[in-house]
């Protein structure tokens, strides 16, 4: 059995969490928002108290591979609900910052021109400092993919560090090109 599939998810009070069986969709409502998903039609989710259980008809390899997956897909929409999700992303380099205006992020990041990006109904982007950004919401996977996206304008270049990296996130540096000696 699955270590993670088995574990019962806990509804926290002020969540409803609703199965529809027939067409495989979990609805989570919560003080943050509301999420839907589909899971594989293989497992078996059900609504037990203030529990929500997931369970496999089989040990079949596809059966176990999902059976934790989509434990941890259903865990997330509650969590994100309540708590809500963040990634935070630093600016490095000279002259490399951001300004937040209304619903728009304005990027220096070295280019003849700014780069802008736009909150969307899902995200919402905070600027507490010029090298600072902090990329919020509910789902998971999407403020992931917001602020891989983001750290995409400008990754960290190996040389000097520069570039949008993650907060934490480490970045080898490689030795610049060495000479053959001195010029006559």
Same mark, same amino acid.
């Given at each position: 059995?699955?270590?993670?599939?088995?574990?019962?998810?806990?509804?926290?009070?002020?969540?409803?969490?609703?199965?529809?069986?027939?067409?495989?969709?979990?609805?989570?409502?919560?003080?943050?928002?509301?999420?839907?998903?589909?899971?594989?039609?293989?497992?078996?989710?059900?609504?037990?108290?203030?529990?929500?259980?997931?369970?496999?008809?089989?040990?079949?390899?596809?059966?176990?591979?999902?059976?934790?997956?989509?434990?941890?897909?259903?865990?997330?929409? #509650?969590?994100?609900?309540?708590?809500?999700?963040?990634?935070?992303?630093?600016? $490095?380099? %000279? *002259?490399?910052? =951001? @300004?937040?205006?209304?619903?728009?992020?304005?990027?220096?990041?070295?280019?003849?021109?700014?780069?802008?990006?736009?909150?969307?109904?899902?995200?919402?982007?905070? #600027?507490?400092?010029?090298?600072?950004?902090?990329?919020?919401?509910?789902?998971? $996977?999407? %403020? *992931?993919?917001? =602020? @891989?996206?983001?750290?995409?304008?400008?990754?960290?270049?190996?040389?000097?560090?520069?570039?949008?990296?993650?907060?934490?996130?480490?970045?080898?540096?490689?030795?610049?090109?060495?000479?053959?000696?001195?010029?006559?």
């Amino acid at each position: 059995m699955s270590r993670i599939g088995r574990k019962p998810i806990v509804i926290p009070a002020g969540v409803e969490v609703k199965v529809n069986e027939t067409e495989h969709t979990v609805s989570v409502k919560g003080p943050k928002g509301s999420l839907h998903s589909n899971y594989h039609p293989l497992m078996t989710v059900k609504v037990e108290g203030n529990e929500v259980l997931v369970t496999r008809p089989n040990d079949e390899k596809e059966a176990r591979s999902l059976h934790g997956l989509t434990r941890s897909n259903i865990a997330n929409m #509650v969590t994100g609900v309540v708590d809500g999700f963040s990634k935070a992303l630093e600016i $490095q380099g %000279v *002259g490399y910052r =951001a @300004a937040k205006q209304g619903k728009k992020v304005t990027l220096t990041l070295g280019f003849s021109h700014p780069v802008i990006i736009e909150e969307n109904d899902d995200i919402q982007i905070d #600027v507490p400092d010029a090298n600072n950004l902090v990329i919020r919401g509910i789902d998971k $996977q999407k %403020v *992931g993919q917001f =602020a @891989a996206e983001v750290r995409e304008k400008r990754p960290p270049e190996p040389y000097k560090g520069k570039g949008i990296r993650y907060k934490g996130e480490y970045v080898i540096h490689k030795e610049g090109k060495a000479g053959k000696g001195k010029a006559k």
